[in-house]
Structures are given as C-alpha cells and as structure tokens.
C-alpha cells in the first residue's frame, strides 16, 4: 500500500476550509513547514481515516473537530496490489465512508463494506502492524506510556515476528519443559506470590511472621531488662553523689564561707556610702567656689563698663541738641510751602468744576445723537434672538445622538453580510428553457427568464405554466437564521430609539440638521453684531443715554479755553507741592536724626542709672570688691580639703562588684547543693519502686526463653528462605534455557536492524526484551548500555531504526506500509541526523516514507520529494 494524495476539510485549524498534498511518491517524501501550519493535524486526520470507524466520536475524532463546529471530511488516494483508490470518511454530520476507483470514481464501498476494506488494508486496524509504523509527534515508542499501548504495540510487533518466523511455542524445548516450568511455578506459589513475596496463609508467611513476633517481644524484654541493670548503675551512683555532697562538715564549710562573703559586702557597701557623701561634700565646694569667682569676675567688669557708658552719655547729650536745632529751621520751611500748596489747589478745583460743567454738556449732545441708533439695533438684535429661539428648537428635535449613525450603518453592513451569507449557502433554482417551449414558471407570480438563478430559503411555490404548483421546502441553517433574527431586533430597536424609518432617513434628519446649525450660526454672528455685549448690556445703553439726553442743556463758556487754562494751573501746583514734598523730606531726615539721637541719649542714661543701682554707692565699691576676693579664696581651700577626703577615701575603697559577686557564687552554691540533694533523694526512692517490681516479675528468666524460642523459629524461616532461593533459581535456569531456544525468533528483526545500526555505530548490537519485544540494551565498544539510561538523541534514533527494520520485515511478508514520521528526530544532533536521512533513503528504496517535520533547515538535508499543501475544496 502506498499513498499519493491526503485531502482534508474543515478538520481543526481549517475550520470552513480544506488543503491538500498532492504527488506522493514512492522513497521519501518530506513536508516541513513551520509550527502551527498544520503538519500534525494531517497526520491526526490519516490516522482517523484509516483507524478511526466513521460512526463513532472517540476522543481523537473530537480533537479533529473545530472549536467552531462542523463536520470533518478526510480523503486519501492509494495505491495497492488490486489497484488504485481513494477513500474517503465524513464524522458527525452527513456521516460516510467511501471507497471509490481513483481514475473512473466508481463507488466499490460504503458504510461498513467500506470500513472493513480499510481494515483489510491496514491488517487489524491500529493494533496490526500498519499501527506500529506510524510514528505519532513526541512519540519513540521506548518511552514509558500506559499499559494499554504498550500491549497493543507489543501484539503488533509478535505479529510481524510471527508471519515470518512461525510460532514460538515451537521454539521453547517442548511439553517436558513446560511441565517442568509448571511444577516449580506449583512449588514456588505454595510459598511466595508471583512477585515474590511471602504467601499469606502459607508456611513461609507463617515462620517469617512467628519470628517477626518472637523478635518483637524478645526486643521487649530485652529493653525491659536494660532498664533494670541500667536503674540499678544510677542508683548506685546517686548513693555514692549523696555520699560525697550530703554531710555535715560539707554543710558548715559552705555555710562558713558564705557567712565571710555577707561580711565583706556589708564593709565594702559602708565604704561606698562614704565615699559617695563625700563626693557630695566636693561637689558642693566645688559650686560655691565656681559661684565666688563668677561674681568677683562680673564686679570688676561691671565697674568698667560704667565709666565707659558715662564718657559715651555726654557726647550723645550734644548731638541730640544739634538734632534738634536742625529739625525746628525744617519745620518753618514747610509750613510755608503748605500755605502756597493750599492756595493753587483751590484755583485748581475751581477751573476743573468749570471744565467738568463743559464736557458734561457736550456728552449729553453725543448721548442724544447715539441714542436713536441703539434703539434701531435693539429692535433688530430683538428680531434676531426670536428667530434663533425658534431655530434652536428645531435643531433639538432634529440632532441624533453621536456614534448612533455609525452604529447604524454597521449594523445595516453586518444584516446585509449575513443575508448574502445565508442567500450564498441556500440552494439556488435555475431554468434553461427548452428551445420552443411554451409557458414557463413563476414564482411568487414573478416568470424567470431564461438562465435565471433564485435563491430557495424556506416554502417556496413554483408555478409551471400548463403543469400545476411545486412546492419545494428548502433547508434552513438555524445558526444563520439567528444571526439573522438578532441582527434585525437589533435594527430595529436602534431605528425606533433614534424615531426614524430607514438609515436613509436618518442621514436625511443629520443633514438637515447640519444645514440649520450653519443657518443658526449666522443668526448668532448677526445677533453680535447688533447687541456685541448682549441683549441687555444694549439695553442698559439705552438707558445710559437717555439719562445722559435728559441732561443736556447750553454750552455756559469756550470748553477749549477752559481747558488751556486748566493746564496752566496744574502746571503751578505740579510745582508748588514738589517744592512742599522737598522741604517735607528734609523736614522728616531731621526728625529722624532727632529720634535717633533722644534715643541713643536715653538708652545710654538708662543703662548707666541702671548699672549705678547695681553697684551700689561709689563709695563702698573698693570694700566690695575686697569682700568678694575674700570670698574666692575662702570657698577654694574649702573645696581643695573635700578633694582630698575623697581621694582618701577612694584609696581604701573596696571592690564592691567583686564582693557582691563572691557572695552570690557561694549563695548559689549552697543553693544548688540543697536542690541536688533533693533531687537525687527523690530520683533514688523512685528507682527502688522500679527495682523492686522488675525483681518480682523474673523479666531476665523471661527474657532468656524468649531469646530461645526466637533462635528456633529464625532457623525454621532460614530453611523455609533457602527453599524459596532453590525454587526461583530453578525457575530462572528453566526459563533461561527457553530463552535461549528463542534467540533466533528475533533474527529477522536483527537482520534488518543490524545494517542501520552500522551507518551510525562502527561496532554495536541490541538484545531484545522476550516480554516487550523491544530493543532492551545496546552492546557498543564492550560496554553493554539499557535503553533507559541511552540520551534522549540515542533513544529516538534506536527506536525510528527498529521500526524500519519492521517495516521492512512487513514489505518482505507482502505487506508494505507507508512508514510515516511526524516531527521525528527531535533530539538528534547534526553528525547523527545526517546518517538517520542515510538510514531513511536505504529503506525507502522499496519503501514508502513520509516526514512532516517543522524543522526546515535541518532537513533540507534529507531530500527526497517535497510535498506542499494547498487549498481545497470537496466537490459537491
């Protein structure tokens, strides 16, 4: 069987659509393309095809199913012996398996036929020999997986060995062998389980577990008599501890040096206490000498101090007078210069209420003329906010919401999409007209013209002229028909919202609402023409005018005049107040000068009047300063003879932290020996209960017949062990010399395999495990390897080249398979993965080999035919 074309629609990734792999050939043929392209979806849905029955939906067919639904569709062309066909196999919906001749596409089976052929193609379905060639992403086959795989792949692999070498039971050594094998089997079972532990019930379980209680309780006894030789040792030290620590000259000797110790810390307190008072007594002189020297100090200085304030009294004294002589000659001149300010700002009031009188009259004149004027532009600008009232209004009723019309015409392109989705998948009636005929068809009393195509949704009747009515109920995709439905509610609720019929309408209202905001907009530009400020600012105008045209009366006098007069006026009081303003800034530095002389003079008096009051009368200021050097002296020798008694004292001073040390050493000492005494005491009295009731009950006589009864049962169990030991290695050495007897059951594999092995080790064999009827070590420079410790790399490569020798093996018995790779060689590096593409080409020279693989660089080098995947679509 070879393959040479996979077709597959809406499976997985291809939801709605379809790809095929045209022109496979013989040899290898290879598909790389990057992940997510769909390599393992092709090769899930082979799988299904040839494996998978169409009726059921298994795990596996659900995976090939699209998160969006749908029906699977897989096809294969092939060619075998009998000649070339195509299969095809449909899940879920529309459910079908057909087989058809590729070339004249004459149905051969269906159904059931169908599968069954498919099954005859592939020699037992996924667990005959096609399962174990094709090789699934991720998978070596040598890798640990569930228990039902590994049987199912092992009855495949016996069933290639087997149709080419015959059956092993006429290999093994014959009946006396298995007769042999079934006597020790019978032996060993009496004894152990068939994993080889102790049977329960049996004599081996029996002895282990005697011996296993006998131990148990001579463990018991034995811990028991530990404890009573090792409470008779510790009561036998306590008495010698107690001995040693428990009599009365230790008592007085302890009790005698803590009575030294108390002694010695009550002296060493008392000296502490004189000392710290006289460290008082110093501490004392030492301020009242501190004191003495601070105030003999602050006399003397005090006394300079005052004869300098009183030189500094007297020249403040004649600066103040000449500060004041000063300020009274500034004074004069400014009184003189208010004088002459008062009077030219009089005439100056008098000449600007002339002026004010003037321009009054003349504004009223003005006021009079522009009020005609701003009673015509209030008549317009009233005319104007009416008519943009009523403009407003309109454009309230007539505005859409925003976002609404987009919304809209989404909605219209999403209703329009889906129904020419739905009119697109309906089935669609076209007449051709015969040439001649009469009549013709109508539907829904409309005729259709020659070669006219109508789309069929639901109950359709069709009129034929001179014939009667067809009626014709045409399928509905319910999906569609709710979309739909959704999509017109959702339509409609928008249309009623915005209180339209159409989008044309409501394109129709946002037009004529933009062309009267553009109109409002101008009415609003003429409105501020008219009434810039506002409505009512014009009219407070207004009324600002007319109160201003009420006033209006003659002219009294030239307003030009009055003016050139005014100016001349404010010329000469300019002048004169800067004259006042001058002669007042001199008048003002005097007074300063004045101030800050009375107040240097005062403050300089005061402080003097109050350093005098200090010091007292000057005449008992030399006795003072007398009394007070005295005094310094006096507190000194004090504070010297304290200083000394201190220093005395610290001298015969002793150690009070070492005392209060040695006292409590010596108090926890007896302390502690108290405690002991008393805890050994009470130690002691228990351990003569315990003695006592250990002796009573003879536990070391117990203990000895235990121990004896112990020996015999060990004894019993070690005979009952050496018959198990006998039994398995007769078993071993039976099914050794059976195994030996089918070491050429798996030449043939080994034939295949051997050359492979050479293209990529110089000198290396495999043994096969007789259970898995896999590659279980590999023989390679003396060192023998188990698969399971080989890498990752080594594995694979192991186990792709014994599925090719299967395949091969396969081809040999009449029944080539295509051998089929999905992302295989994972794990090989570049040395080895060019010899694994050696290994493929020297298999496929009579063997179909196809690689999906997503590694593109790597295995351009591997050749062979390339395959590519294009859209398809199935024909109806």
Known sequence: MKLTALRLHNVRRFAGTGVRIENIGDGINVLCAANEHGKSTCFDALHALFFQPHTGTPGSVQALRPYSGGNPLVEADLTTADGAFRLTKQFYGGRRAQVRERDSGRLIAQADEAERFISALVKGGISGPAGLLWVRQGVTGIERRAKAEDETERRARETVLTSVQGEVEALTGGRRMTEALAACEEELLRLVTATGRPKTGGPYASAIDESEQLAEQERRLGAEVADLRAALDRRRTIRVRLAEIDTPEMARERQAALAEAEAELSAAKAQAESLKAAESKAALALNRRVSAEQALSGFRQALARFASLRDAEAGAAQERDAARARHQGAAGVVREAATAVESAEREEREQRDLLARLERALRAQEAARRLA??????????????????????????????????????????????????????????????????????????????????????????????????????????????????????????????????????????????????????????????????????????????????SADEVPADLDAASRQLGTVEARVGAVREAARAAQARTETSASALVEAERHAAGLSSALAALAESLGPETQWRGREERLAAEHAETNLAWRAAQRQVEELAARRIDLAAAEARQLRLRSVMDAAREEITRLREEAAGLDGRIQTRTETA??????????????????????????????????ALEAARSQARDHYFAPVLQELCPLLGLLFDDASVTFDEDTLLPRSVLRNGLDEQVGVLSGGMREQLAILTRLAFARLLAKGGQ????????????????????????????????????????????????????RMEPWQPEH
């Open 816 to 867: 080539p398979t295509p051998v089929i790779l999905d992302d295989a060689l994972v794990y090989s590096d570049d040395d080895r993965i060019e010899k694994m593409f050696d290994a493929l080409h020297r298999q496929a020279s009579a063997q179909q080999v196809i690689v999906f693989s997503c590694r593109q660089r790597a295995f351009a080098r591997l050749g062979g035919r390339v395959l």
């Open 373 to 550: 004027t701003a009673r015509d532009s209030e008549r317009e600008a009233q005319a104007t906010r009416e008519q943009i009232e009523r403009m407003e209004a309109t454009l309230k009723s007539l505005i859409l919401p925003a976002g609404k019309i987009a919304e809209l015409e989404e909605i219209d392109g999403q209703l329009l999409q889906l129904q020419a989705r739905a009119e697109a998948r309906a089935p669609h009636l076209r007449i051709d007209y015969a040439a001649g005929a009469e009549g013709g068809i109508s539907i829904a009393g409309v005729m259709l013209a020659q070669a006219e195509e109508r789309p069929l949704a639901g109950t359709t009747q069709i009129e034929i002229a001179a014939i009667g009515r067809l009626t014709v109920t045409a399928p509905q995709a319910e999906e569609d028909d709710r979309s739909l439905a959704r999509a017109k509610a959702k339509r409609k609720t928008l249309l009623d919202e915005l209180q339209v019929d159409s989008l044309a309408a409501a394109r129709q209202r946002e037009v004529q609402a933009r062309d009267l905001k553009a109109d409002l907009d101008l009415a609003r530009r003429r409105l501020q023409l008219f009434a810039p400020g506002g409505l009512a600012a014009l009219q407070e105008q207004i009324a600002r005018l007319e109160a201003e045209a009420a």
């Open 699 to 732: 536990i070391e006589e117990a203990w000895q017949e235990t121990r004896d009864r112990l020996a015999q049962a060990q004894r019993r169990t070690a005979v009952l062990a050496r018959e198990v030991a006998i039994l398995t290695r007769l078993r071993g």
